[in-house]
């Protein structure tokens, strides 16, 4: 089974719009971490938001935020009021256990704002 | 920026040759990791360093090596290279020691090779 799933291949959202990007997990351990990465045209992953498993608030960052919904084992990312510069691909990404641990990642959503 | 550097940021080179690639963890880094972006597979974990030592492994072939020296640098060797090694390799650190928390991983800008 795939550990993390990123159902939306690709999405188009209005500048200045809210956006949702999906994500769902599989884990049987109660210790894991949710991240999400922006990788842009230019290929760098730059790191926008985690949420630990055992958070009790859903995490937010600026315009991101992450709705944490564990009994669902989702962990969509928000971004508010997009921007033309957000247009990029997004990776969900899970650790598994407690700190030090490698990252799954998902296939990713190509985020297309459109002005 | 992410503190990552890894270099070369591109390298062309041809099938049966060996290279290395090179990363700098952001400063204080305990753990380097070892990704692999390609079209057909995704984002895939190569292996891990923490503190000098190999910490895990993930779908690395035996063609590849890794290590990390004592200055915490790693580099990630690719041998006998093969039409399909053709992805973007990044290297990513984390751990600061006296820190705890999400254990984020920072990623390099990443090191793309092309195998003729």
């Known amino acids: 089974a795939q550990k993390i799933t990123q159902t939306q291949p690709g999405m188009f959202v209005q500048e200045k719009e809210a956006v949702t990007l999906d994500c769902t997990y599989d884990t049987s351990d109660p210790s894991y971490g949710l991240f999400w990465y922006k990788q842009p045209s230019s290929g760098e992953m730059i790191f926008l938001i985690y949420q630990g498993s055992y958070d009790q608030q859903n995490a937010t960052e600026g315009r991101y935020s992450l709705n944490f919904q564990k009994a669902r084992k989702s962990a969509n990312l928000v971004i508010s009021a997009s921007q033309l510069g957000d247009s990029a691909m997004y990776f969900c990404?899970?650790?598994?256990?407690?700190?030090?641990?490698?990252?799954?990642f998902g296939s990713g959503t190509r985020l297309q704002v459109q002005p | 920026d992410s503190g990552v550097t890894q270099t070369p940021k591109h390298l062309i080179t041809a099938t049966g040759q060996r290279v290395t690639l090179r990363c700098s963890p952001r400063s204080g880094d305990l753990s380097v990791y070892w990704y692999q972006q390609s079209l057909d597979q995704g984002l895939q974990f190569l292996i891990q360093?923490?503190?000098?030592?190999?910490?895990a492994k993930g779908n690395i072939l035996e063609r590849f090596s890794a290590q990390q020296f004592p200055d915490l640098h790693s580099e990630l060797n690719l041998s006998s290279l093969e039409l399909g090694d053709s992805a973007l390799y990044f290297c990513?650190?984390?751990?600061?020691?006296?820190?705890?928390?999400?254990?984020?991983?920072?990623f390099g800008p990443g090191t793309r090779l092309t195998v003729l």
């Open positions: 360093y923490y503190n000098g030592e190999e910490r």
């Open positions: 990513a650190s984390s751990f600061r020691r006296g820190t705890s928390g999400s254990d984020t991983q920072y």
């Open positions: 990404a899970m650790r598994e256990g407690p700190g030090r641990r490698a990252l799954t």
